[in-house]
Nanobody
């Protein structure tokens, strides 16, 4: 059974840091793009970052402008997992964060992703 499980969410003050983690089972990440999306209260789900599969664009990465320079995505093939390191957190980063996978190249369209985790909450407030 293909499954994604997020962890690492929590509550932090502005300027703080969190490290989110997504563990994948039932598939090999070599052939799949991996991504993080987020959904704030009353807002639609939006892409935060993704990494292409190893055979697509040399595993190139993408970051939304709103998080560029503050968030870092990576892939741990040995653990079949991908973390998202977040620093310089702002109130507008408050959302439920979801990990997702898509065969081949990544993208910003959520409907193109095949598998999703159930989400982990991130709250940034004073």
């Amino acid at each position: 059974q293909i499954r994604l499980v997020e962890s690492g969410g929590g509550s932090v003050r502005p300027g703080g840091s969190l490290r989110l983690f997504c563990a994948a089972s039932g598939l090999t990440l070599d052939y799949w793009a991996v991504a993080w999306f987020r959904q704030a209260p009353g807002k639609e789900r939006e892409v935060v970052s993704y990494i292409n599969s190893a055979t697509t664009n040399n595993g190139g990465m993408y970051y939304a402008d709103s998080v560029k320079g503050r968030f870092t995505i990576s892939r741990d093939n040995a653990l079949n997992a991908f973390p998202l390191q977040m620093s310089g957190l702002k109130a507008e980063d408050t959302a439920v964060y979801y990990c997702a996978e898509k065969y081949g190249g990544g993208g910003v369209v959520r409907a193109e992703y095949s598998y999703w985790g159930r989400g982990t909450q991130v709250i940034v407030s004073s």
